[in-house]
């Protein structure tokens, strides 16, 4: 799997939108991006998921530049449930491999 | 929404008991997985399950086993436990192999702790 590097803190105001960047500049072909986050003291929750096109589901947009080597999860709306410490990873899509390694990820604050 | 639902969100437990854990996943997954949580080491991959009855090994398999009987149900037993298995541990379904995405479904975890 490709590594990925994200920041390691970053803060949001609620109500605003949230940018959380990642990169990923090696990155193969077939490799897809995720998302997942881990709220304290519960388990990891995925978010989303993309290969080549920009992905927005009902919790977030993902998006991804077109040399693939960076991608940005946006939470349009933060509130305070989002403080969490945010995941990306790349990886092959299916694969008997699950060795999920989740790296240190990015510790989002949401402040009222 | 799937629902990874893990039996104990907390256990304590005494050395040398069997310790039984229990996961159930409600959207027909046919992957299940149990992972370990512990602080800079990230999650490890104990067993999954690919199917019923069917098992394999993950990254640190030493002194667990698995039992997959139902589709729905996936149990991670602690032959003889240690303290060094005090940990959080978190269960995973997903789709079957092949299918694209196959992000994976975490339960909340059980932390457990063995004294």
């Known amino acids: 799997d490709a590594k990925t590097t994200q920041p390691p803190s970053m803060d949001c105001a609620e109500g605003r939108a949230a940018n959380l960047p990642c990169n990923h500049s090696t990155i193969s072909g077939n490799e897809y991006v995720y998302w997942y986050r881990q709220i304290h003291s519960q388990g990891p929750q995925y978010i989303i998921h993309g290969l080549k096109n920009n992905e927005t589901n009902e919790m977030a947009s993902l998006i991804i530049t077109e040399d693939r080597k960076s991608s940005t999860l946006i939470l349009p709306h933060a509130t305070l449930r989002d403080t969490a410490v945010y995941y990306c990873?790349?990886?092959?899509?299916?694969?008997?491999?699950?060795?999920?390694?989740f790296g240190a990820g990015t510790t989002v604050t949401v402040r009222a | 929404d799937v629902k990874v639902t893990q039996s104990s969100r907390y256990l304590v437990k005494r050395t040398g008991e069997k310790v039984f854990l229990e996961c159930v996943q409600d959207m027909d997954h046919e992957n299940m997985f149990w992972y370990r949580q512990d602080p800079g080491l990230g999650l490890r991959l104990i067993y999954f399950s690919y199917d019923v009855k069917m098992k394999e090994k993950g990254d640190i398999p030493e002194g667990y086993s698995v039992s997959r009987e139902k589709k729905e149900r996936f149990s991670l037993i602690l032959e003889s436990a240690s303290t060094n298995q005090t940990s959080m541990y978190l269960c995973?379904?997903?789709?079957?192999?092949?299918?694209?995405?196959?992000?994976?479904?975490f339960g909340n975890g059980t932390r457990l702790t063995v004294t």
């Open positions: 990873i790349v990886r092959l899509p299916p694969s008997n491999d699950y060795k999920l390694s």
């Open positions: 995973a379904s997903s789709k079957r192999v092949g299918q694209v995405g196959s992000p994976l479904h």
